[in-house]
């Protein structure tokens, strides 16, 4: 039994190994790109990393989705990252022993949308709500107003259309 307060070194590295809450579309996400390799390209050409809230997430998806074929493996790959938050989000995520049915819920079926594309229309959802209050401020000029608008009716678009690789999108 140790007695007293903790040490300034113990609390700092309670905290860096702290794991902040990630929404659950991308912790499956997470589990896509380490559980399998067979959906990395498919991911990679979808998906916009800026479509994801965790910072966190993105930064390990960003290093995964980069590796490309110099990709280690999990283990490897684990036991060089310095970032023991890296390491604990991944070693929780991937320690869900619950089944899934990877490319129904990665790609999506007739009934449900896949989660790459709920993580866009949630991303599309924060940037009108920030479009709504930048149009409601009291001082906005015309140009930025019209401006503005067209990011809306832009994003509108984007909404209705179905999930392409980048490269076939605007």
Known sequence: ???GPPSVDEESEESASEIPPVPAQERWLLRFLFESDEHIEWIASRLELDWL???LVREIIARRTQAG???PGLASWLSGLENPQWVGLLTDVLTDAKPIPLENILKGASERDGAIKILRDKYIARELAAITRGLSA???SGEEETSLLARKAHLHRL???PL???SDQD
Do not use: M, Q
């Open 164 to 166: 392409a690789a980048r």
């Open 138 to 140: 009291p001082v906005l």
């Open 53 to 55: 809230e965790s910072a």
């Open 159 to 161: 909404k209705k259309t």
């Open 69 to 71: 074929s110099d990709w």
């Open 1 to 3: 039994f140790r007695g």
